[in-house]
T-cell receptor
C-alpha cells in the first residue's frame, strides 16, 4: 500500500524557473492539500482540492498553481520560482470532509537559488 | 478565526522522564476536532490522535496520553517514561466539523530526549 507519495524528494532550482512538485495518493481520497513548512510558521496551507477539477486557495497561494484532473494526483507548480519559495512542501489527503484525519506525504525539500 | 498555540518552542528532558506538551486552541465553532502529529528527524508527519470536541475523556495509548479540557481550551499531550525515539517536533492542530476548511496547525514543540 503506497499511500501518498511525493516527487521529487529534493529539488534545487534557480530564480525564475518553473517547477512542478508531484503528489500521488492510492487511497482514492476526495480531498488533497498542499502545505509549506517554514521555521517559525509551522505548516501553512497553499491550495486544496475537494475533488477532481475542484480547487481552492489556502492561506498562501500567491506564486503557485494547482490542477487536479484525476482524483489521485494533485501537482503543485511554481510558475516562476523565487527565493522566498524555498521551503519544505507537504502534500496531504483526506477521505471525507472537515474533521477527518489528513495523512501526509514524505515532503519535498525545495531550494531556490 | 481558529488559532492553535503551542507556547513551548523547545523542551529537553532526560530519558525516562515524563513530559507534557501543551496545546491551547481558539475557535468559535461549537463542534470541532483536535489532532496531534509527530515529525521525527526524518521529516515525515505522522498522525498520532484525533479527538472530537464532544468527547472529553482522556485517552491513553501505550506511553502516550492526551488530556482534553474544553473548559480551558486545551489538548495536552503527555509522554510517560520518555525514550530517545520520542525526539521529534510535535504539532497540535484544529479543524472545524463542517465544511472544507483547513487544518490549523500550531507552530510545534521540539522535544529532545537526552540519553
Amino acid at each position: 500500500d503506497a499511500g501518498i507519495t511525493q516527487s521529487p524528494r529534493y529539488k534545487i532550482t534557480e530564480t525564475g524557473r518553473q517547477v512542478t512538485l508531484m503528489c500521488h495518493q492510492t487511497w482514492s481520497h476526495s480531498y488533497m492539500f498542499w502545505y509549506r513548512q517554514d521555521l517559525g510558521h509551522g505548516l501553512r496551507l497553499i491550495y486544496y482540492s475537494a475533488a477532481a477539477d475542484i480547487t481552492d486557495k489556502g492561506e498562501v497561494p500567491d506564486g503557485y498553481v494547482v490542477s487536479r484532473s484525476k482524483t489521485e494526483n494533485f501537482p503543485l507548480t511554481l510558475e516562476s520560482a523565487t527565493r522566498s519559495q524555498t521551503s519544505v512542501y507537504f502534500c496531504a489527503s483526506r477521505h471525507g470532509g472537515a474533521g477527518e484525519t489528513q495523512y501526509f506525504g514524505p515532503g519535498t525539500r525545495l531550494l531556490v537559488l | 478565526a481558529q488559532k492553535v498555540t503551542q507556547a513551548q518552542t523547545e523542551i529537553s528532558v532526560v530519558e525516562k522522564e515524563d513530559v507534557t506538551l501543551d496545546c491551547v486552541y481558539e475557535t468559535r465553532d461549537t463542534t470541532y476536532y483536535l489532532f496531534w502529529y509527530k515529525q521525527p528527524p526524518s521529516g515525515e508527519l505522522v498522525f498520532l490522535i484525533r479527538r472530537n470536541s464532544f468527547d472529553e475523556q482522556n485517552e491513553i495509548s501505550g506511553r502516550y496520553s492526551w488530556n482534553f479540557q474544553k473548559s480551558t481550551s486545551s489538548f495536552n499531550f503527555t509522554i510517560t517514561a520518555s525514550q530517545v525515539v520520542d525526539s521529534a517536533v510535535y504539532f497540535c492542530a484544529l479543524s472545524p466539523s463542517f465544511g472544507n476548511e483547513k487544518l490549523t496547525f500550531g507552530t510545534g514543540t521540539r522535544l529532545t530526549i537526552i540519553p
